[in-house]
Nanobody, 120 residues
Framework: QVQLVESGGGLVQAGGSLRLSCAASGSISSIRAMAWYRQAPGKQRELVAS???????NYADSVKGRFTISRDNAKNTVYLQMFSLKPEDTAVYYC??????????????WGQGTQVTVSS
């Protein structure tokens, strides 16, 4: 089985910074992409940033220039460094990964989510 375990969320004042981490564990053969999504109360889940293996990073317009996604492939871990946080960044942040177990087909997996709250 696969687990995506997020950490790093919390409460921060506007203008502050946070770094989220997500480690994938299990009998992982290959990871095709990792990404971060978020869901604010009453809103749909939205893509924040993605990082395909061997590809280019992609960001939502609302976070460009403030957030940076990175990966440590040796640790099957993805990070989201968030700077200049705004109250509108408040949401539950979810890790997402397309990966293959023991050479099987790729499937999509979600983490349990971590709360980020930005106070004004």
């Amino acid at each position: 089985q696969v687990q995506l375990v997020e950490s790093g969320g919390g409460l921060v004042q506007a203008g502050g910074s946070l770094r989220l981490s997500c480690a994938a564990s299990g009998s992982i053969s290959s990871i095709r992409a990792m990404a971060w999504y978020r869901q604010a109360p009453g809103k749909q889940r939205e893509l924040v940033a993605s990082f395909p293996t061997g590809g280019s990073t992609n960001y939502a317009d609302s976070v460009k220039g403030r957030f940076t996604i990175s990966r440590d492939n040796a640790k099957n871990t993805v990070y989201l460094q968030m700077f200049s946080l705004k109250p509108e960044d408040t949401a539950v942040y979810y890790c997402n990964a397309d990966l293959s177990l023991r050479g099987s087909w790729y499937r999509n997996y979600w983490g349990q989510g971590t709360q980020v709250t930005v106070s004004s």
